[in-house]
């Protein structure tokens, strides 16, 4: 039982470049989740999907897309990598409802 | 809306201090309360949590109970270890927008030997 896993753990990408974080969870879970933590800010949720088939804007959406693949999976991409996006990515999920969030292990991303 | 305030850190503890970092927060309805661990490098784990009055959530040696009447879910241990440097952040779900959480801005605590 792996938990929550995300590919990759690092990237470097330059301005303008586009790129896909993956994410997956083997544990059944209903609803999926991205946030990006930057230094001073705390988790911020960029997109969720609470079910399969359903996807919703976060508190910071812009620059990002997101697709829930299937129930295990749920992409975040870049289409136009800006300098603004460096951060730290974590995608999680949970089961539903009032239920605790599991997270991945991070994808640290530079945007020079 | 929902919003969590915890105390700024940083924190810096010698081996087997006592422990308390403040959580408050405000919610409507009857948020479920939780607090995570981040530890360096890495992504974050579930602590401890509680989903209703007066329950004590517990793990590791760490304890927090959940005050309805000062709104409040502080976290304590009574001696801590160099093992327990991390960032420590509080959360609600209360159940409104999809049941996403709310957490604080997270809290780093530093133990020295």
């Known amino acids: 039982n792996a938990g929550v896993t995300q590919t990759p753990k690092f990237q470097v990408l330059k301005t303008g470049q586009s790129m896909t974080l993956q994410c997956a969870q083997d544990?059944?879970?209903?609803?999926m989740y991205w946030y990006r933590q930057d230094p001073g800010m705390g988790l911020r949720l960029i997109y969720y999907s609470a079910s399969e088939g359903t996807t919703d804007k976060g508190e910071v959406p812009n620059g990002y897309n997101v697709s829930r693949l299937n129930k295990r999976e749920f992409s975040l991409r870049l289409e136009s990598a800006a300098p603004s996006q460096t951060s730290v990515y974590f995608c999680?999920?949970?089961?539903?409802?009032?239920?605790?969030?599991?997270f991945g292990p991070g994808t640290r991303l530079t945007v020079l | 809306g929902n919003s969590v305030t915890q105390m700024e850190g940083p924190v810096t503890l010698s081996e087997e201090a006592f422990l308390t970092i403040n959580c408050t927060y405000t919610?409507?309805?009857?948020?479920?309360l939780f607090w995570y661990v981040q530890y360096p490098g890495e992504g974050l784990q579930l602590l401890l949590k509680?989903?209703?009055?007066?329950d004590k959530g517990s793990n590791k040696g760490f304890e927090a109970t959940y005050r309805k009447e000062t709104t409040s879910f502080h976290l304590e241990k009574g001696s801590v270890q160099v093992s327990d440097s991390a960032v420590y952040f509080c959360?609600?779900?209360?159940?409104?927008?999809?049941?996403?959480?709310?957490f604080g801005k997270g809290t780093l605590l530093t133990v020295n030997p």
């Open positions: 999680a999920s949970k089961r539903g409802g009032l239920d605790e969030q599991f």
């Open positions: 509680a989903t209703k009055a007066d």
């Open positions: 959360a609600l779900n209360s159940g409104g927008s999809n049941y996403k959480l709310t």
């Open positions: 544990m059944n879970h209903n609803s």
């Open positions: 919610a409507t309805g009857y948020p479920s």
